[in-house]
């Protein structure tokens, strides 16, 4: 395998790891709340991200750079936008058209293609626009449920998702430029230290924002460390290897094979809750099949 291809190993393993920290930041939410649940993906993850980054450097025997004024725009996108898409998916997921609101926030892949050429100049073949496509639809298939078609009519939840899926789009893409325009270090060292920046500026913002208008939510974070701790490694780990990714191809082609995130979540439930696939479940996911697949290949 060459290291133009790292990417689809690196996003597999970023997938894993997502579904993992999402488990745990979940088991959270009831004690802490939605912000403060999603604070310790940002507060925990900040020292491992340190880690990281402390061993990469000393592997690959690159200096220790310092961020130029092109990285600030990037960080700070990629970075803002994050949280910018986790408060409206939150707020779509309070919507009574919960599903249909899951389905808009599924079109992230092909916003990624979209900003990822007007902003990166990232180049994608018609085969890999058709794979976008084609997997974008599984999952909007398999997200969407019975009865739920008529919620499309409503322009709240709809605008909110793909604000969402908007956000979450450019997130991709401004961490991938804030990683490229990393000077004189492999692609390793620039994928972990705008990691390290990254997360530096989001713990900074919600530990900022909870300290002004929920001070106890802190409190309490810190009276819950020790499964904090792990949902903070595991979403600094997922985040490293979504970086690398980031590095090496389009965040576009990043973001579709990350939707075997959908699959994996899937045969947890049908394993663990014994929850059968329906026959549209099965459609959708011979689709992202498909797709994934159809990327991969060209």
Do not use: C
């Amino acid at each position: 395998m060459t290291i133009a291809s790292l990417w689809i190993p690196f996003t597999l393993i970023a997938a894993l790891g997502q579904v993992a920290r999402n488990a745990m930041q979940r088991s959270l939410t009831g004690p802490l709340g939605t912000w403060g649940a999603t604070n310790i993906r940002f507060l925990f993850g900040f020292p491992f991200s340190l880690i990281f980054f402390a061993i990469v450097v000393i592997a690959t025997g690159d200096p220790v750079p310092w961020p130029t004024a092109v990285f600030w725009p990037w960080l700070l996108l990629g970075a803002f936008s994050q949280i910018v898409g986790t408060g409206l998916m939150l707020l779509a997921m309070n919507d009574r058209s919960f599903v249909v609101t899951t389905a808009y926030l599924k079109t992230e892949a092909i916003q990624t293609a979209i900003f990822g050429f007007v902003f990166l100049g990232d180049h994608l073949t018609l085969l890999k626009v058709v794979a976008i496509l084609i997997a974008s639809a599984g999952v909007i298939i398999a997200a969407l449920r019975p009865g739920g078609a008529k919620g499309f009519a409503d322009l709240k939840p709809t605008a909110m998702g793909l604000g969402a899926a908007a956000a979450f789009a450019l997130s991709a893409v401004g961490f991938r430029g804030a990683v490229l325009v990393v000077p004189g270090v492999t692609f390793v060292t620039a994928a972990s230290f705008t990691l390290v920046f990254g997360l530096f500026v989001q713990t900074l913002v919600l530990s900022i924002y909870l300290l002004a208008r929920a001070p106890d939510v802190l409190r309490k974070i810190f009276g819950l460390w020790r499964p904090s701790v792990f949902a903070g490694f595991m979403g600094a780990f997922a985040s490293q290897f979504w970086f690398l990714a980031f590095a090496l191809t389009a965040a576009a082609n990043v973001r579709t094979l990350a939707l075997v995130e959908v699959l994996f979540a899937q045969a947890v439930a049908s394993y663990s809750f014994k929850q059968p696939i329906s026959p549209r479940e099965l459609a959708g996911i011979v689709l992202i099949v498909i797709g994934v697949a159809l990327l991969v290949a060209v």
